[in-house]
């Protein structure tokens, strides 16, 4: 066996030679064919050819049927995009008209709700300031008006067995001091309380998570309305570390699914601000009004008012302190109040800041005695004769 294998392998003149595989296979089938069956195989052979020779030129006619649907798609999508380059270029800007270039603004100032002749047009007046958004502002407060019944919030404490008025008070006070600490927006602050009590009127809360609920609600607020929010770890910090991180976020689970994630709350804030504007009150004015709105935020005995009407309300009582014009026609189309409306609000509010502040809940007076505001908090409250 040796020697044969030697054989094959050295292939000697006159011996086997290697061949491929298949080269073997046929071969030794074609050995031991007839002449018959050689003529036969021959003929299968050359009808395999020619079956094959028609397979690659249908393959070839539907490749080539490909290529030039193709050319066809690419050459009609360059005519589309040649006719819209020649459409947008027909035009130069030297042939643009005085009246054309304005065309956008006039349409603009037809879409603007129409204002009674002695108001004060203030979403007209700015409409090339895109900040201010003039198509959309009338709209946007009206729609936040809308829904405030969607929000209306009632009184909860006596479902609280061990909370009260003061430790809510207490618990806002803190939240105030931690958005000033982390310079926070107003908005932030506005929307955590409203988190509190929307949680606190469905939720029955023990003493020992209270400041987890309102940290936990400015967590959630600043996600909502921060460019850059602090991180969890901030706001377990801020606790004295009193909670973990695993009880945070759950508390932030349980509020939203409370609040069915439906965070969009109009504040007050943001009327005071839309109101100011409109009737072009000074800053020190405006800052005054926002001194009043956030210490009203104390007081549980105002939640159940609406944030429009506490704004308004706000913004009075500010121009009254600085023997300003009154309850413009102005202030009262874009508030949607009277000052009649306001009048019993007003007085509240008054008595509210004119009250000595207990030593727990100094914050917001003494955040606006600054100079950055003003120093509002000093300016004396009405009187009872005013």
Same mark, same amino acid.
């Given at each position: 066996? &040796?020697?044969?294998?030697?054989?094959?392998?050295?292939?000697?003149?006159?011996?086997?030679?290697?061949?491929?595989?298949?080269?073997?296979?046929?071969?030794?089938?074609?050995?031991?064919?007839?002449?018959?069956?050689?003529?036969?195989?021959?003929?299968?052979?050359?009808?395999?050819?020619?079956?094959? =020779?028609?397979?690659?030129?249908?393959?070839?006619?539907?490749? =080539?049927?490909? *290529?030039?649907?193709?050319?066809?798609?690419?050459?009609?999508?360059?005519?589309?995009?040649?006719?819209?380059?020649?459409?947008?270029?027909?035009?130069? +800007?030297?042939?643009?008209?005085?009246?054309? /270039?304005?065309?956008?603004?006039?349409?603009?100032?037809?879409?603007?709700? =129409?204002?009674?002749?002695? *108001?004060?047009?203030?979403? @007209?007046?700015?409409?090339?300031?895109?900040?201010?958004?003039?198509?959309?502002?009338?709209?946007?407060?009206?729609?936040?008006?809308?829904?405030?019944?969607?929000?209306? #919030?009632?009184?909860?404490?006596?479902?609280?067995?061990? !909370?009260?008025?003061?430790?809510?008070?207490?618990?806002?006070?803190?939240? *105030?001091?931690? /958005?000033?600490?982390?310079?926070?927006?107003?908005?932030?602050?506005?929307?955590?309380?409203?988190? *509190?009590?929307?949680?606190?009127? @469905?939720?029955?809360?023990?003493?020992?998570?209270?400041?987890?609920?309102?940290?936990?609600?400015?967590?959630?607020?600043?996600?909502?309305? &921060? /460019?850059?929010?602090? !991180?969890?770890?901030?706001?377990?910090?801020?606790?004295?570390?009193?909670?973990?991180?695993?009880?945070?976020?759950?508390?932030? @689970? +349980?509020?939203?699914?409370?609040?069915?994630?439906?965070? %969009?709350?109009?504040?007050?804030?943001?009327?005071?601000?839309?109101?100011?504007?409109? %009737?072009?009150?000074?800053?020190?004015?405006?800052? !005054?009004? @926002?001194?009043?709105?956030?210490?009203?935020?104390?007081?549980?005995?105002?939640?159940?008012?609406?944030?429009?009407?506490?704004?308004?309300?706000?913004?009075?009582?500010? #121009?009254?302190?600085?023997?300003?014009?009154?309850?413009?026609?102005?202030? &009262?189309?874009?508030? %949607?109040?009277?000052?009649?409306?306001?009048? %019993?609000?007003?007085?509240?509010?008054?008595?509210?800041?004119?009250?000595?502040?207990?030593?727990?809940?100094?914050?917001?007076?003494?955040?606006?005695?600054?100079?950055?505001?003003?120093?509002?908090?000093?300016?004396?409250?009405?009187?009872? =004769?005013?």
């Amino acid at each position: 066996m &040796e020697n044969i294998k030697r054989l094959a392998d050295n292939s000697p003149e006159g011996g086997p030679k290697k061949r491929s595989v298949f080269s073997d296979i046929t071969n030794a089938i074609a050995s031991t064919l007839g002449p018959s069956h050689k003529k036969a195989l021959v003929q299968l052979t050359r009808k395999a050819s020619k079956t094959t =020779k028609k397979i690659n030129k249908k393959l070839a006619q539907e490749k =080539k049927s490909e *290529v030039e649907d193709s050319i066809h798609e690419t050459a009609k999508s360059e005519e589309i995009q040649k006719e819209l380059f020649e459409l947008s270029t027909s035009t130069s +800007n030297e042939e643009i008209s005085i009246e054309e /270039q304005s065309f956008h603004v006039k349409n603009k100032d037809e879409l603007l709700p =129409k204002v009674p002749e002695n *108001v004060d047009d203030f979403d @007209r007046e700015s409409i090339d300031d895109p900040f201010c958004e003039p198509l959309y502002a009338y709209d946007i407060f009206k729609y936040y008006k809308e829904r405030e019944s969607e929000f209306k #919030l009632k009184k909860y404490m006596e479902c609280q067995p061990d !909370l009260s008025k003061s430790m809510r008070a207490i618990l806002i006070d803190w939240m *105030v001091e931690v /958005q000033e600490n982390f310079e926070l927006y107003h908005e932030t602050l506005y929307l955590a309380v409203k988190l *509190v009590d929307h949680y606190l009127m @469905r939720k029955t809360v023990p003493k020992f998570l209270l400041q987890l609920v309102g940290s936990t609600a400015l967590f959630i607020a600043c996600k909502y309305d &921060e /460019q850059r929010p602090p !991180l969890i770890d901030d706001f377990l910090y801020i606790c004295d570390d009193a909670y973990s991180r695993k009880e945070l976020i759950a508390m932030e @689970r +349980n509020i939203l699914k409370e609040l069915d994630f439906n965070l %969009g709350i109009p504040l007050s804030y943001r009327f005071l601000r839309r109101y100011a504007r409109c %009737g072009k009150i000074n800053m020190e004015t405006l800052t !005054l009004a @926002r001194f009043i709105l956030e210490t009203s935020l104390l007081e549980y005995e105002l939640i159940e008012t609406s944030d429009s009407l506490i704004a308004a309300a706000s913004l009075l009582l500010a #121009l009254k302190m600085k023997n300003m014009e009154g309850w413009t026609t102005t202030l &009262e189309f874009y508030s %949607g109040y009277k000052e009649t409306e306001l009048t %019993g609000l007003v007085y509240q509010l008054n008595s509210l800041i004119s009250a000595p502040s207990p030593k727990n809940l100094q914050t917001i007076r003494t955040k606006y005695a600054h100079k950055v505001f003003f120093e509002v908090s000093k300016i004396p409250p009405l009187k009872d =004769k005013d």
